[in-house]
């Protein structure tokens, strides 16, 4: 349980680090990146994996690159859904996700090593 809203968390701190290097991104207060973390966790998991699965056909024929656009859609999606957050024009619906994975990316190791034991995980990294 620790594990998801320490990913929740890393998720809104990845956020805020979008809203200040993505232009078209933006997020009103913690709390608002809070509720965004949950969105973009909550369209991740149910709404994503369908429209990658409908989209599959374009995506091979693109060679992957339309996954890109798979991802702006559910970034896109979550800003509609979470109030204080928004994603406007092209350049925050593609480049936003790509930022937030890096950066969340980051704090995750980050926070692994420092022994927090991200995403559920009950073994403690060693000293």
Do not use: H, Q, R
């Amino acid at each position: 349980m620790l594990g998801y809203f320490l990913t929740i968390l890393i998720t809104a701190l990845s956020l805020l680090i979008v809203d200040l290097a993505v232009p078209g991104v933006n997020i009103t207060s913690f709390p608002s990146a809070l509720i965004a973390g949950v969105a973009i966790g909550l369209v991740n998991a149910l709404i994503k994996p369908v429209l990658s699965l409908l989209s599959l056909p374009v995506t091979f024929l693109t060679l992957g690159l339309f996954s890109f656009v798979v991802n702006g859609i559910c970034f896109w999606l979550a800003s509609v859904l979470a109030p204080g957050f928004a994603a406007n024009g092209i350049i925050a619906i593609i480049l936003g996700p790509v930022v937030l994975s890096l950066v969340s990316t980051l704090l995750n190791k980050y926070f692994a090593e420092k022994g927090f034991g991200m995403l559920g995980s009950s073994e403690k990294a060693p000293n």
